[in-house]
């Protein structure tokens, strides 16, 4: 089992969806976060006081698949995420060691 | 229904039935005086409920917007608790204070607790309308004004310091200048043979340069805002301030259109003047912002129409239309330049900005008050010249006396009465609180709780 964390563009999270749900993957958990890498900030100005703004909302997406998915749900996430310019996101990928299902202690794979 | 259509035609049936003559003509001056009566006071009760618009939702959405999210309960409540507090204190002894006739800078106790405050008017101040209506509408600017300095103290100030603060504010400063302005015999009265005689329609000097100057001197005594200017301190809800500002520009028809205390032809002057000169205000201010840092702001814009309103607020009974668009767009310009350049060289943290648009505009509307006051829109002093423009050149040095007193008197009263506040309960929350947000400290209540 594999964890993917993917940070992406916010707008992009719709596409990103119907791209993971075309291929069969349902399930997934998102978090609205702020951050950067490489992509500058902006600019804002307040009655003249101005200010940087560099941590920008992302949205972090993350999945866990049996190991025969991941390399398909990888190549999805960045084609559907992807726009070419600074920003799109970065994807990390996690061993997993444990997965339980909570409501009938299903393991491993079955539980996912 | 049927009893009601028959007394409303009353006096036309006395009339059919009167024999010709002096009790006709009387009977028909009296219809007369009642239908006026009842178009001024119309119109007065719908302005005096929309100075009290101007406050809350107004004035307390524009400051709430422009706060940090933690403290906008304590922003709204500044505002709030003066529709309150100063309402009763009006009542109580501050309407005696400001109309009553006393002498030339405080008035008597004549009318404390509404004695003698009634529906007869009072020919004093206003003649077709009830005293209580009279009343009523001046108690709406006692409320305004001191919510107009919280801009400048906004985001630390303790809150019942700040209770304190107000109540002598309105004692000290508010009452004695509302009376020496607009008060029998007062100092400043222009139409009641004020020795130094000054025109202020509806407040430039009473309302907006005490509430702009006191605004600058809680700004320099309470310090800056912990972190301010190295930490981002940005406004939380624009949208907010964007719909208060509107609120301000539609109550402030009743500020100004309001002042001339009837349905009258100067109320309709008045409220065109008002409009252009909020117009033009937002245009200075963008063009300049524009200019000068690239892109035009939608804080900009509202920010210029309300410095447009302030400087328009002495002149709005006492010039035509055009000179009404140049008062605006100069205090658009100008309050921008204050705001964005001189405040941050000088380095004071007026938070919300209430002393370079209330006290900088207001100054600015006082003194060209005094040039484009005109006899052709205002006929209070009959034939006499009123402004430069009526060729009375000397009426711009009155007009800056009075801007001039104005600022010492807020000054230093505002100066004495907080070392009263901090000696008796200190006037800054501790740093904890600050940091904590005043909405939490202050109030014990958070105005957003997304997971409830």
């Known amino acids: 089992m594999k964890k993917i964390e993917a940070i992406i563009q916010p707008f992009k999270l719709d596409e990103v969806k119907e791209a993971l749900k075309a291929i069969g993957v349902d399930g997934m958990t998102i978090t609205e976060v702020r951050g950067h890498g490489r992509q500058k900030g902006h600019k804002e100005v307040y009655r003249g006081q101005e200010y940087n703004v560099d941590l920008l909302p992302k949205i972090k997406l993350e999945l866990v698949l049996p190991e025969g998915r991941v390399a398909e749900a990888i190549q999805t996430l960045t084609q559907s995420a992807r726009t070419g310019k600074i920003g799109d996101g970065k994807i990390f990928v996690y061993e997993v060691a444990e997965a339980i299902r909570i409501r009938n202690d299903d393991r491993g794979d079955a539980a996912l | ?452």
Request: hydrophobic share 55%; proline share 4%.
């Open chain 2, 1 to 452: 229904m049927r009893r009601v259509a028959y007394s409303l035609l009353a006096p036309f049936v006395a009339l059919a039935q009167q024999p010709a003559g002096e009790d006709r003509i009387a009977a028909l001056e009296q219809a007369a005086a009642a239908a006026q009566g009842s178009a001024d006071n119309a119109w007065m009760l719908a302005s005096t409920a929309l100075v009290l618009l101007m406050t809350g939702p107004g004035l307390a959405l524009f400051y709430g917007g422009l706060v940090r999210k933690k403290n906008v309960l304590s922003t709204l409540m500044h505002s709030f608790v003066l529709m309150a507090l100063a309402s009763v204190m009006w009542a109580v002894i501050g309407y005696s204070l400001a109309f009553g006739d006393g002498n030339m800078f405080v008035g008597d106790l004549r009318f404390a607790f509404l004695d003698g405050v009634g529906m007869e008017p009072n020919g004093d101040y206003a003649g077709t309308i009830p005293h209580l209506t009279f009343m009523a509408f001046q108690m709406m600017f006692a409320i305004i004004t001191p919510a107009l300095i919280s801009g400048a103290f906004a985001e630390r100030m303790k809150f019942s310091a700040m209770v304190l603060f107000t109540i002598l504010w309105l004692l000290i400063v508010y009452f004695p200048m509302a009376h020496m302005v607009w008060g029998k015999g007062g100092f400043m009265n222009a139409f009641g043979d004020g020795p130094l005689p000054c025109f202020d329609f509806a407040g430039g000097t009473v309302v907006h340069i005490t509430s702009g100057v006191s605004a600058l001197i809680c700004a320099i005594y309470l310090g800056k805002r912990h972190g301010y200017p190295h930490e981002p301190i940005k406004p939380h809800n624009l949208v907010f301030s964007f719909t208060g500002a509107c609120l301000l520009w539609f109550g402030w028809f009743g500020f100004n259109a309001g002042s001339a205390l009837g349905a009258s032809g100067l109320a309709a002057s008045a409220f065109v003047a008002t409009h252009l000169g909020a117009a033009a205000g937002a245009l200075g201010w963008l063009l300049a912002e524009w200019m000068r840092s690239g892109k035009p702001s939608c804080l900009g814009g509202i920010s210029g129409a309300v410095a447009g309103l302030v400087a328009i607020t002495p002149a709005s009974g006492f010039v035509k239309p055009m000179p009404s668009i140049l008062i605006g767009f100069a205090a658009g310009l100008v309050c921008y330049f204050m705001v964005v350049a001189v405040k941050h060289k000088l380095g004071y943290d007026d938070a919300l900005d209430a002393f370079g648009v209330h006290g900088v505009g207001g100054t600015l509307g006082a003194i060209l008050t005094g040039v484009f006051a005109t006899k052709a829109v205002n006929d209070g002093l009959g034939t006499a010249a009123l402004g430069m423009v009526d060729g009375n050149g000397f009426q711009v040095v009155n007009q800056t006396l009075g801007a001039l007193f104005a600022w010492i008197l807020a000054a230093a009263g505002t100066w004495v009465i907080l070392k009263i506040c901090d000696v008796l309960i200190g006037v800054r929350v501790p740093a904890d609180d600050e940091i904590q947000g005043l909405d939490l400290s202050q109030h014990g209540e958070e105005g957003y709780i997304l997971e409830s």
